[in-house]
């Protein structure tokens, strides 16, 4: 059982398991295909802090990497559902079911 599921492995995802797991959280990833989302179709970033210039493929890399040396769980499923009974709330995949409390 996690604290925290995150569906999508986009910037925003992995940023918000970066603060959920400082936080002492047990945090889960949920994304169905490869982290990155949109932004790694992008050839060239030139508007993120601290780089000039820098693709989106590995500027998504890097934000995974951050995301693993806190021990972020990323795992590579579709999620097909996701509904709540009293304080208990699921994200129904393919394979398995996660449940978290609420």
Do not use: C, W
């Not at 910037?11 to 982290?35: C, H, P, W």
């Not at 989106?56 to 795992?75: N, R, S, T, W, Y």
């Amino acid at each position: 059982m996690h604290d925290v599921i995150i569906i999508g492995g986009g910037a925003a995802g992995l940023t918000a398991s970066i603060y959920a797991k400082r936080a002492g959280m047990d945090v889960v990833v949920l994304e169905k295909m490869g982290v990155g989302g949109q932004i790694i179709l992008t050839d060239t970033v030139e508007n993120y802090p601290g780089f000039e210039y820098i693709s989106g493929p590995d500027l998504m890399e890097k934000f995974e990497k951050h995301a693993q040396k806190f021990g972020v769980e990323i795992d590579y499923e579709e999620v097909k559902g996701f509904g709540s009974e009293a304080n208990v709330h699921m994200a129904e995949q393919v394979r398995k079911n996660l449940r978290i409390l609420a």
